[in-house]
């Protein structure tokens, strides 16, 4: 039997996890592989699209290694691109072309107006089933996962279970041999820097306006959507890391990696002993304790990610379905304080459900909160099929247009952190956040944010901001300021216990 000839493409991601994993899987099966990586972002990890002579290039390259398969790995931010990317293939190639990831699976008929077959879920299953009765030039059609089109009509095949055990998956395959990267129409040799690593799949919560809670229902009946790989195995891939990327740091890259006390016991001696690296993960404040952050701390753990989303508990609750209370957000981000985390915390703006009163919660939420952090001020985004995106079209506060594989600008304003292009409200409250983020006296914070002037003419405080942010000139002011004691006088608003804000009990 001859194998198959299949070429993976991933998208503006140079260290897809995905594809590096789909590409060791399949080469474990003895399968003839490549990988294309297709364009990076930019360094403010923004979008160039892609020029004709670019995706010539692209084409070029398909054409050479001639497979039979193509696998391309289409998140909803990328939708059109890759839509203009497969056209252009499907001219000059005959193989078939394959999409997989988080958008074909939400959206998978859309999808087949431009892929010849979607694969819905997780892939490595589905790709190399394909890809062995492709070789045998047998029948496809009752492969689980797989949606595709026949005699007309649309087949959706049912969906096999979740992988279960984790550790009988290959490593995803970083090196360079038979991959490639294509930039400003050239193919250059690709090579892997990426530190970051996954010990899970899933996340242990639904958030309304996450992917995980469409996910979760489409899986719904396939066995546990949280999985995680024994610490042996994580263990093993960061040695071979170590040795063959030239690790400085690890960035564990789970959605919630904080979640299991037993799971982390194990781990963080393990880790002490044989990597032994400064690490970076997500926490969440339902599922971090002390003892968590004792032990990461111990074993390397510098920098963490916590998601806050909006400081109004009543609006996390309600609209967000974020279940974690302010007390125990601020206990989270003084835990890590107190251990000497560096931390960042994701805020969610523009949501046209946010009123004034949230915000001012919000700017409340981080007076509280030890400094100094960094605030990852999001744009909301509507992802299709979404809890939160729905509500939003149903309320009439969006439309069709606004959704992202339709408007496509996500990647245009990637965290756009004090962005000048935000409405006035938004741009405010951003500034303010950031000012919240900062070792200042706390009556400047609180005096600017009752400044109505600036309110209305928001630029005028964010421009100096972004001097501050983005110069060392800036960065010294920043400094003087905090120390300089003369800078209280300059404003009438006394300190006083952040708790008494905006009429907060």
Known sequence: MKKSNIALIGLYDTDSFSICTLHATLKREAFNVSTIFFKRLSKDLTIIPPQDREIS?????????????????????????????????????????????????????????????????????????LATRFSKGEGIDDIKNLCFKKNGAIIRNEIRPLVENLDSMPFPDYSSEDKYFLENGKVLPHRAHTNMIMTSRGCPFSCSFC???????????????????????????????KKTRNLKNVSFQDDVFTFDIEWLREFC?????????????????????????????????CIAGIGIQSGSEEFRHRYLRRYDTNVEIVKCARLLSKYGIDYHCDILMD?????????????????RLPKP????????????????????????????????????????????????????????WDDLYFLAS????????????????????????TL??????????????????????????????????????????
Not at 71 to 86: E, N, P, Y
Not at 442 to 451: H, K, M, P, T, Y
């Open 269 to 301: 001696g393990k880790y002490k002993k044989f990597i032994d690296l400064p690490f970076f993960c997500y926490c969440h404040p339902r599922a971090t304790t002390e003892e968590m952050v004792r032990l990461l701390k111990e074993a390397g753990f």
């Open 211 to 241: 992917c995980n809670s469409a996910l979760r229902k489409i899986y719904d009946g396939k066995g546990r959507y949280v999985r995680r790989r024994s610490v042996d195995n994580v263990i093993d891939e960061l040695i071979q890391a």
């Open 57 to 129: 290039c692209l084409v070029r390259q398909v054409k050479e290694l001639n497979p039979d398969i193509i696998g391309i790995s289409v998140r909803t931010v990328l939708f059109q691109i890759a839509s203009q990317i497969t056209k252009a293939i499907k001219q000059e190639s005959g193989a078939l072309v394959v999409w997989g990831g988080v958008h074909p699976t939400i959206r998978p008929c859309q999808c087949l107006e431009s892929a010849d077959i979607v694969c819905v879920g997780e892939g490595e299953g589905p790709i190399v089933d």
């Open 438 to 461: 900062r070792k200042l006296p706390e009556s400047i914070a609180i005096g600017l944010s009752r400044n109505i002037f600036l309110k209305r003419h928001p630029k005028l405080l």
């Open 351 to 367: 949501n046209p459900l946010e009123t004034e009163k949230e915000r001012q919660e919000t700017f409340n939420l981080l007076m």
């Open 373 to 428: 952090f960094f605030p990852n001020t999001h744009t909301l985004t509507y992802f299709p099929e979404l809890e939160l995106t729905n509500l939003l079209l149903e309320k009439g506060m969006i439309s069709e247009e606004d959704i992202e594989d339709k408007k496509q600008e996500s990647y245009r304003r990637w965290t756009p952190h004090l962005d000048l292009t935000r409405d006035k409200e938004n741009m405010f």
């Open 464 to 505: 100096p901001l972004r001097c501050i942010v983005r110069t060392k000139a800036g960065k010294c002011l920043l400094f003087l300021i905090r120390k300089g004691k003369q800078c209280l006088n300059k404003f009438s608003v006394k300190k006083r216990d952040t708790s008494r804000l905006w009429g907060e009990k």
